[in-house]
């Protein structure tokens, strides 16, 4: 059985394999997720925790305060700094995976964006994408 979706950090040192089919992507424009990417926030991919497994190295893990008042986890690579995933402590079943840090984007897209109240005023939000001020509920799956 191959893996649909391979990836890593920066140097190399952090490995991982995703089982399961990515196409949509949510981004994040939180205070938190700026000052962790140096950048306008992050890109994810929502990955049911069974679903990832490390293949290489293992993570660093930085605990934070989220915008919306939940604890997450943010696991980065301790050698590289490369932001690979985060994870609420109260929802250990899934995690929001960088997708930045993915080996292959192909057929992914960005289909909503939140915390866009926070958003950076020259980040980029597609209009056609949905859009919320802040932390939507969780959606149904
Ligand atoms: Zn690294
Ligand atoms: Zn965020």
Redesign the pocket.
């Known amino acids: 059985m191959s893996d649909p979706h391979t990836g890593?950090?920066?140097?190399?040192?952090?490995r991982y394999a995703v089982s399961q089919p990515l196409a949509e992507l949510r981004a994040c424009h939180c205070l938190n997720c700026q000052r962790a990417s140096g950048a306008g926030g992050s890109v994810n991919a929502t990955v049911q925790s069974a679903s990832f497994r490390l293949t290489q190295?293992s993570p660093k893990r930085y605990e934070a305060l989220a915008d919306s008042g939940r604890t997450l986890y943010r696991y980065f690579?301790?050698?590289?700094?490369?932001p690979i995933y985060s994870q609420r402590a109260s929802a250990p079943d899934w995690l929001s995976l960088r997708a930045g840090t993915l080996d292959d984007s192909s057929g992914m897209k960005i289909t909503a964006h939140i915390w866009t109240k926070r958003a950076r005023p020259w980040s980029h939000i597609d209009p056609s994408a949905t859009q919320h001020p802040g932390q939507p509920d969780a959606p149904a799956r």
């Open positions: 890593g950090c920066l140097c190399g040192a952090i190295g690579c301790g050698d590289c700094g490369s």
